[in-house]
């Protein structure tokens, strides 16, 4: 977890600045891309049979924690690999706002205390 010693409008600002961010993301999808290479079925007269092996793109992912590939038709791996990308930074951005809001949860109890006793009102 990322530690965030600061105040708790510092912390809130961090976080809007990761929104903003957030409403930049485009499509996405789980999974990540794996290269493949493999022979095909015309054993006789395909430079696979003799060691050139067709190489495709499959999307890996997971369903109920069974892995699960798809083939990636070759016009669409730059689309798909953006969409990995994608799906990455969306899932990076969630953590930090989510540990952000950690952040502020704590940092507001720490704050209001020193408050409470800089007024000479603290009591427990
Ligand atoms: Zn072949």
């Given amino acids: 977890m990322v530690r965030f010693n600061k105040n708790v409008r510092f ?3 961090q976080r809007e600045a990761r929104l903003k961010r957030l409403k930049g ?3 996405f ?3 990540s891309m794996v290269k493949i290479a493999h022979t095909c079925g015309n054993k006789e007269h395909c430079k696979c049979s003799r060691g050139e092996k067709h190489e495709n793109y499959y999307l890996t992912y997971k369903v109920k924690n069974k892995t699960r590939t798809k083939y990636i038709p070759v016009d669409m791996e730059g689309d798909v690999r953006e969409w990995t990308w994608e799906y990455k ?3 990076g951005l ?3 706002i989510s540990e952000l809001g950690f952040a502020i949860l704590k940092q507001y109890g720490v704050e209001k205390k020193a408050l409470r006793i ?3 009102r603290y009591e427990r």
Avoid: A, Q
Wanted: hydrophobic letters at 30%; aromatic letters at 0%; zero cysteines.
């Fill in 11 to 13: 912390l809130s600002r």
């Fill in 25 to 27: 993301i485009g499509p």
């Fill in 29 to 31: 999808i789980t999974g």
């Fill in 89 to 91: 930074r969306l899932k």
């Fill in 94 to 96: 969630m953590k930090e």
């Fill in 118 to 120: 800089r007024k000479g």
